[in-house]
C-alpha cells in the first residue's frame, strides 16, 4: 500500500480508469496524455514537476471528471487504492 509519506513523495494521478479519449487524447480518468503517464513513471522526475502538473490535470478536468477524481484521488491518499481498485477488492472479497 503506498502512501503520501511526504511532500516530497506524489502519487501517481491514475484512479485505474484507464481509457483515452481518441480525440483530445487525455485519459478519462486522470487526463494525462501518454507522454505525461511515460513522465510520472521515471523514477529522475522531479516533485515539483508532478505537482505541476497535477494542477495542469485538474485544470483540464469539470464536471463530473473533477468530482470523480478528487473523491478518488484523495481515497488513493488515504488508502493506498482508487475507488475503482477498492471497489474491486470489496467485491472480490465478498465472493
Known amino acids: 500500500m503506498k502512501k503520501n ?11 485505474s480508469i ?5 480525440k483530445s487524447g487525455y485519459c478519462y480518468g486522470c487526463a494525462r496524455t501518454n507522454e505525461e ?6 523514477e529522475n522526475t522531479k516533485p515539483t514537476w508532478k ?12 464536471g463530473w471528471q473533477l468530482e470523480t477524481f478528487k473523491e478518488s484521488y484523495s481515497n488513493k ?3 493506498g487504492f482508487s475507488l475503482y481498485k477498492e471497489n474491486l ?3 472480490k472479497d465478498e465472493k
Open 37 to 42: 503517464k511515460i513522465i510520472w513513471k521515471n
Open 51 to 62: 505537482k505541476n502538473n497535477l494542477n495542469l490535470l485538474i485544470h483540464r478536468m469539470s
Open 77 to 79: 491518499i488515504r488508502t
Open 89 to 91: 477488492l470489496k467485491n
Open 5 to 15: 509519506v511526504n511532500n516530497e513523495q506524489i502519487l501517481s494521478p491514475c484512479i
Open 18 to 22: 484507464c481509457k483515452t479519449d481518441p
